[in-house]
């Protein structure tokens, strides 16, 4: 016995069949547009993930021969939760410690800070001339004016964040650009 399909019934067979295609192409377009979607947004989502910025990463120029040098920059801390600067690199040198300077009975003392430099929840810390600042020690090299210097500053719990230090003048109490009161 042979049967045959009634042409009704195939019909109804093709248009489901041509409705899944249309379907699963459709499918198809949508996770494709939300990849791209999520590639593209992924780098602002990175970025906004920290609640630590590093803003003007600066450094001053030094004379040949000079074998330390100091960085400068602001760090806003837009969290609700207090962190800590613990560490800082520079490509051009050898190492990097993080120091504040103070007056004290009239007399400026300069010291490491081998436990970091805190900054609070929803605040900022400065690291300018006469203050808190990096210190880049057994430099590879002078450090020219105009110069972009790579580096990572590392926070306790923001991780490590890339910074550039842009190389101002010998002397210079701010990057070029921002007036700066002397201290």
Same mark, same amino acid.
Request: glycine share 8%.
């Given at each position: 016995?042979?049967?045959?399909?009634?042409?009704?019934?195939?019909?109804?067979?093709?248009?489901?069949?041509?409705?899944?295609?249309?379907?699963?192409?459709?499918?198809?377009?949508? #996770?494709?547009?939300?990849?791209?979607? +999520?590639?593209?947004?992924?780098?602002? +989502?990175? @970025?906004?993930?920290?609640?630590?910025?590093? *803003?003007?990463?600066?450094?001053?120029?030094?004379?040949?021969?000079?074998?330390?040098?100091?960085? !400068? #920059?602001?760090?806003?801390?837009?969290?609700?939760? /207090?962190?800590? +600067?613990?560490?800082?690199?520079? &490509?051009? #040198?050898?190492?990097?410690?993080? @120091?504040?300077?103070?007056?004290?009975?009239?007399?400026?003392?300069?010291?490491?800070? %081998?436990? $970091?430099? %805190?900054?609070? #929840?929803?605040?900022?810390? &400065?690291?300018?001339?006469?203050?808190?600042?990096?210190? +880049?020690?057994?430099?590879? $090299? /002078?450090?020219?004016?105009? *110069?972009?210097?790579? $580096?990572?500053?590392? !926070?306790?719990?923001?991780?490590?964040?890339?910074?550039? !230090?842009?190389?101002?003048?010998?002397?210079?109490?701010?990057? &070029?650009?921002?007036?700066?009161? /002397?201290?």
């Amino acid at each position: 016995m042979k049967i045959t399909p009634r042409p009704a019934g195939a019909a109804r067979t093709a248009r489901l069949s041509s409705l899944v295609r249309d379907v699963e192409a459709k499918l198809a377009m949508t #996770a494709l547009a939300a990849a791209l979607v +999520l590639t593209a947004v992924q780098p602002v +989502l990175a @970025h906004d993930a920290s609640p630590v910025h590093v *803003e003007q990463p600066w450094a001053r120029a030094t004379p040949p021969g000079a074998k330390v040098a100091g960085a !400068f #920059a602001t760090i806003e801390n837009h969290g609700s939760t /207090p962190d800590r +600067l613990v560490s800082a690199t520079a &490509e051009i #040198a050898g190492r990097v410690e993080i @120091h504040e300077m103070a007056v004290t009975d009239g007399v400026m003392t300069m010291r490491p800070l %081998p436990d $970091g430099l %805190p900054v609070p #929840a929803d605040g900022s810390v &400065e690291l300018k001339p006469g203050s808190y600042h990096l210190m +880049l020690m057994d430099l590879a $090299g /002078p450090l020219k004016d105009g *110069e972009h210097i790579a $580096g990572t500053l590392t !926070f306790e719990k923001a991780g490590t964040v890339p910074v550039e !230090f842009v190389v101002a003048p010998i002397g210079a109490r701010a990057p &070029e650009g921002m007036s700066h009161t /002397p201290q």
